[in-house]
């Protein structure tokens, strides 16, 4: 079965939403899979005396011609660049993150592409709401990253390098498995990496062990290498001792992956998106999967 059978690619005209589009068709292509470009168009809710609104009888004709505008901006986003048959769009009316993760959801889906958010000096800060409710909420992986308009055009995207950032938590069997197929994929390398915060030296009395390093870099790459025999995953390991954004910053830039791979936590009442994750995803130097 195929890592990849359908695509969604959420696009709101943008330079970024344009490279988010070039990676979505190089997966595309290489799967032969479907790709849909998914726009949504906000419920008007402009007050009935603004003077934009008054040739409208109400909101569903103002709604109405939002969308068809949207569906003539989508083609005109699409012109000339995805001609096939496995290329659909979409235009829906409603909240964009709740929608994106239904229709994500109901229609099985197994991938989502799309940037996150941010201009300028501050960027690295910055995680769009948008981005950052679809990270929380969507049942499949979602793919993103800061940079997405300076993605090259398809036909030269290799991914070669793939780093996979695992905690070890019980999701880590999904998130390696997945890079791991995506890497045999693509021919290319696994690394797998974990970081070990310094603040977990202060922790079950190790910081009194002159060789914590050695002991806990040990049971860590013990406890990865089980869970590479058991998924069968080859790959080298590196354990890193630092906050794990950091940690995995450099190891992917010392790499030079084209693609790291990460868990999001467990679903349930707070979300999925961790810190650490939020953290990578806004300092990563190449696209970020996140399971």
Known sequence: MALLSRILVPVEFSPRCMGSAQYAEALARHFHCELVFLHVVRPPFTPYTAPDVMAYSNAIDLGADMQQQARTWLEAFLAGRFNSNRVAQEVLEGDPART??????????????MPTHGYGPF??????SVTAKVLHDAACPVWTGPHMETAPAYDSLEFRKILCAIDLEPESRAVLGWAGA??????????IVHAIATSERRAGGWSFDPDWRADVSRR????????QNELQTPGDVSIEIGEP?????????????DLVVIGRGRPGLLGRLRTNAYAILRESPCPVVAI
Do not use: K, N, T
């Open 100 to 113: 994106i993760v239904e229709y994500a959801r109901d229609g099985g889906f197994d991938l989502i592409v």
């Open 123 to 128: 960027r690295r800060f910055l995680l769009g």
């Open 182 to 191: 995506f890497a045999q994929e693509f021919s290319g390398e696994l690394h």
């Open 220 to 227: 860590a790459r013990g406890s990865i290498e089980q869970l």
């Open 245 to 257: 954004p950091e940690a995995i910053r450099e190891a992917a830039g010392r790499l030079g992956a």
